[in-house]
């Protein structure tokens, strides 16, 4: 028996009310961590400060001075001049201002923003980040103070609520400084569940794969092969020892999910292929989230990463157990009664691939 017991008007009908009549909510929720990143660097002559924002933040700031949608170059201007109000510094307990800053966009889609502050710490460094109130709600900026040659002194996930940090200073100064972590597995366990409960895509491909599985022992395959899959290419991406573009990931995920929701309504029977299947587009996920950690600087030479990685994967897996632990009995239900497969599956796969072809489409030409 197929899953396609509905005809294929209907089909394309209700896949085109599906892709319209999700896109507002898709286009906002899907894969949208809100992270940013500042590395401080304790100098003998002062700190050393390097801002990272995705380009489209970068671009919204700017807009909120300008009063319209700034092109890059001028947007460049703007955030320079604006550098000094991105952060507070107090330094051994007097405010310090910074001086000119630089502003450049790339070609990964980020504007780097880059300046110093004349002032050198030697019992503590307070650190404001004054723009996450501007930024969207849920935004994480990822801090990290070091001291060289290349010691972390500190590390910590700031958002609008909790936007400062204080680090101590050894009597000797920087260089004398242990390293110290400030919350940091706590704060990327809670990162890497946050980011698969908030990554619709992620989650839509989860369903995809369990709505068809009705039996215990399939689904614990299924999230097996995607959990060491995507293992796999986070630690390897993170590490950068595999490094593939955004831009080619990101497109790739949403194909993920379009495939699987074409799959359950065409396929009669999805055993042990599925598996397979499952693994390879784990990989791809797995380069998705490393993005994450990346883009928070962890994996460069300068970070620890052990850490981070662990941490950060402990909170997928978190979010994957949960979810799959809050559906899997509605799954099971569902496959004893005999509508669920001649109805709901074929609505919910329609929705899924519409879902996933909405995101195929934003990816690779832009905002539609």
Known sequence: MTYASVSMRTLRFLLLVAAIGMAALFRVVAHEPGLSTMQVRVLKDGLDVTLVFSAKEARELARKTEGAVPGDVIAEVILAERAGSATRFVVDGEPVKAEAATCDFDNDSNATLRFHVKARARKTLEIQSRW????????????????????????????????????????????????????????????????????????????????????????????????????????????????????????????TIVFVGV???????????????????????????????????????????????????????????????????????AGRVPSWKHRLVPVCSVMVTGAGLFWLIERLFGSI
């Open 132 to 255: 996450l109130d501007a930024l969207p709600a849920g935004h994480r900026q990822f801090v990290s103070v070091e001291a060289e040659p290349l010691t972390v002194l500190a590390e910590r996930l700031l958002s609008a609520t909790s936007d400062s940090v204080i680090v101590e200073m050894a009597p000797g100064g920087a260089e004398s400084t242990e390293t110290k972590t400030i919350g940091t597995w706590p704060d990327f366990v809670g990162l890497g569940l946050k980011h698969i409960l908030v990554g619709f895509d992620h989650l839509l491909f989860l369903f995809s794969l369990v709505i068809v599985s009705y039996r215990l022992l399939p689904t614990v395959q299924l999230v097996t092969a995607f959990t060491v899959a995507h293992s796999i290419t986070l630690a390897l991406a993170t590490l950068n020892v595999l490094t593939i573009s955004s831009q080619i990931v990101e497109p790739l995920i949403a194909a």
């Open 263 to 333: 799959e359950n309504l065409v396929r009669r029977d999805i055993g042990r292929s599925r598996i397979l299947l499952v693994f390879i587009f784990g990989l791809i996920h797995g380069l998705g989230f490393a993005s994450v950690l990346r883009d928070l600087g962890v994996g460069s030479v300068s970070s620890g990463i052990i850490v981070p990685l662990l941490s950060f994967n402990l909170g997928v897996e978190l979010g994957q157990l949960l979810v799959v632990f809050l559906i899997a009995p509605l799954i099971y239900w």
